[in-house]
């Protein structure tokens, strides 16, 4: 029987289908365009073959591409009933998530990687900080999601798509020379691999490197598919240290033709967080309010993200609605998330409350409200998932609340507090 790159048999008899398999998982993996391509040839090459109809599903689930993706999922399921134990295994698990049941697909997983370790795309959806852990709520999900997959470890070697996940892991959780050499490896390996691309820019950023960001992916950019699942995240990145580094204008240029709404393409949910990010953090760094872009970036969100439930996504869109003036709809949405938070059925909790609570009382220029209730969102806002570097947010705007009620020396504490994190990077860091 033909295998995968991994060593794992698949249930075709046709090496071309196998090949155009290989290369669209490689595809999604890496956070390439082109995946679309490769799997509808495989399936065109062998029509009862399933699991390049689950790893589209996954693929377009993760271009946002929901309904779609969950409608694929089904049929690969129907579809796999005749295979291999492990290939109907593998397909569950990635329904499920697809189907949005986190819990479950997060004990399939685990339950399929006991015996087949080595099953990459089955591992990852519990990788980085949008995965199964990362969206979990867990406040230690960071040092549990490094903990497993050091275990895969051995069973992965120096592969370099595996080595680019453990090593941002390593980077969450402040093991920064760990993360350096596993993602300077994992991108030797493969130099088009834009997530070790994207997270060697995290490393940068921990350690206060605006510079050397900018001069990377300015070099490695102009390579990178625009269609492809990390281009506009990767550009957020470029927009941000330029604005850090006082290169405004080509921090707006980036911003208008690679990250709101209407510019390149990308997944909703980093066109709506990186752009309200962009523009909350360019206003912390002086910039006048632009308010048509805020009321449009606030109408994308809406029609992204209607109802609450995604707890990265809700923070986001609340500070949209705060930032256009409408609180009716950030009522509305709060509301929702009590609801959900009643039912035990919102794994980000409380804290998103007290986050949207002090974006609210700082644009209304109520420092000590803001202060009051940042101080008490900060450790916790861990819960919400996403990266360090994008929940710093929170942390920028509690020092700009600080400064603007004139509390020096609480300011300075905060900032010392995180000098086990380059407290640099909350000095001079991308606000």
Known sequence: MLTDRYGLEVSTTSPAARDAYVAGVDSVISG??????????????????????I????????????????????????????????????????????????????????????????????????????????????????????????????????????????GFAACETGRLDEAWRLLDRAFAANPRHAHAAHFRAHVMYERGETAQILDFLEGWMPQHDPRSL??????????????????????????????????????????????????????????????????????????????????????HAMIACIAADDFEALQGRLAEIRDLIEGMSYPATEVVVLIADGFAAYAAEDWEGAIQALEQAWPQTVCIGGSRAQRDLVAFTLVAAYLRSERLDAAHAFMQAQEARHASVVVKGYC
Request: glycine residues 8%; charged residues 20%; proline residues 5%.
């Open 230 to 315: 990390t281009h506009c995240h990767l550009s957020w990145h470029v927009a941000l240290a330029a604005l850090a580094l006082g290169k405004a204008e080509r921090a707006w240029q980036v911003f208008r033709t690679s990250v709101r709404p209407g510019g390149a393409w990308g997944p909703p949910i980093n066109v709506v967080t990186d752009s309200v990010s962009f523009l909350w953090r360019a206003e912390l760094a002086g910039w006048s309010r632009d308010i048509d872009a805020w009321q449009a970036l606030r109408e994308h969100a809406a029609r992204c993200y209607p109802k609450a439930g995604l707890g990265y996504a809700d923070v």
């Open 32 to 53: 390439v365009a082109g995946y679309r391509a490769h799997l509808a040839e495989a399936v065109d090459r062998d029509p009862s073959f399933a699991l390049p109809k």
């Open 55 to 166: 790893a589209l599903a996954r693929g377009i689930f993760l271009d946002g591409e929901v309904k779609a993706a969950r409608e694929l999922a089904a049929d690969a399921v129907s579809l796999v009933a005749d295979a291999t134990p492990r290939e109907r295994s593998h397909a569950n698990v990635l329904a499920l998530g697809i189907q949005g049941k986190p819990r479950e697909a997060m004990r399939a997983m685990h339950d399929h990687l006991r015996d087949w370790p080595r099953d990459a795309m089955v591992l990852a959806p519990a990788t980085s900080v949008f995965g199964l852990y990362g969206f979990s709520g867990d406040p230690a999900h960071e040092e549990a999601l490094y903990a497993f997959l050091s275990s895969l470890a051995p069973d992965y070697g120096q592969d370099w798509w595996f080595e680019a996940m453990l």
